[in-house]
C-alpha cells in the first residue's frame, strides 16, 4: 500500500499497477455515493516537472474526447498537495 491514503475527495483502497508515469489505485469517491473508480498518480518526481505535469493534463484532457467501448473514460482531474491525478472510469467492488 502506498503512503498516500486520501487525494481529495478519493480515498485510496488498492494498488492495481505501476506504470512509466505513475501509479494506478482502485479509490473510493467520497463524495458522489462512493463509487470506486480507478485513480493515476503522477509519481512524484514527475510532478515537480513543469512539463511533465503539461503532458499529463494533455492526455487527460485529450483522453476525455475518446468515447470507445475498450477506452476507460477519465472523468476528472487534479492536483491535490503536490499530487497530479486523473481519474478514470467507475467499476463495482
Avoid at 33 to 54: G, I, Q, T
Wanted: charged share 35%.
Amino acid at each position: 500500500m502506498s503512503d498516500i491514503q486520501k487525494i481529495g475527495k478519493y480515498e485510496i483502497i488498492s494498488k492495481i499497477a505501476d506504470g512509466g508515469m505513475g501509479t494506478v489505485y482502485k479509490a473510493k469517491d467520497t463524495f458522489f455515493d462512493e463509487r470506486y473508480v480507478a485513480l493515476k498518480v503522477m509519481k512524484p518526481e514527475h510532478s515537480k516537472d513543469a512539463d511533465m505535469r503539461e503532458r499529463f493534463r494533455r492526455e487527460a484532457e485529450k483522453s476525455v474526447k475518446i468515447t470507445h467501448p475498450n477506452v476507460v473514460k477519465v472523468t476528472d482531474y487534479g492536483i491535490d498537495d503536490g499530487s497530479t491525478c486523473c481519474i478514470t472510469g467507475s467499476f463495482t467492488g
